[in-house]
């Protein structure tokens, strides 16, 4: 069974930065590319960034575009998603999530993963 783990979720100032992590099987990293979305209170589920199985290639929501940076290290089963200049429009739970489509004109679209994790929070405050 596909299992994702999120952590490093928190509380910070708006213009702070927070690390996120996500951890799965050794399984899990190897055959697929994986995903961020997030969740702000009331609203839908929204992709905010990608990366290839093999880490070489990214993509990015415009909201998020030079602020955010996700990478991966297969090595360690692990995901990030490094977010600095935090803005309250950030705050939201944070998913992350693994696709085994290798077409990144699927990444954006939740409907394209099919493992997710629980979720961790992210409070931005001004």
């Known amino acids: 069974q596909v299992q994702l783990v999120e952590s490093g979720g928190g509380s910070v100032q708006a213009g702070g930065s927070l690390r996120l992590t996500c951890t799965g099987s050794e399984r899990t990293f190897r055959s697929n590319s994986m995903g961020w979305f997030r969740q702000a209170p009331g609203k839908e589920r929204v992709f905010v960034a990608a990366?290839?199985?093999?880490?070489?290639?990214?993509w990015y929501a415009d909201s998020v575009k030079d602020r955010f940076t996700i990478s991966r290290d297969n090595a360690k089963n692990t995901l990030f998603l490094q977010m600095n200049s935090l803005e309250a429009e950030d705050t939201a739970v944070y998913y992350c999530?693994?696709?085994?489509?290798?077409?990144?004109?699927?990444?954006?679209?939740?409907?394209?993963?099919?493992?997710w994790g629980q979720g961790t929070q992210v409070t931005v405050s001004t």
């Open positions: 990366i290839s199985r093999l880490g070489y290639h990214t």
């Open positions: 999530a693994a696709t085994e489509h290798s077409d990144s004109t699927y990444y954006a679209r939740m409907a394209s993963y099919s493992y």
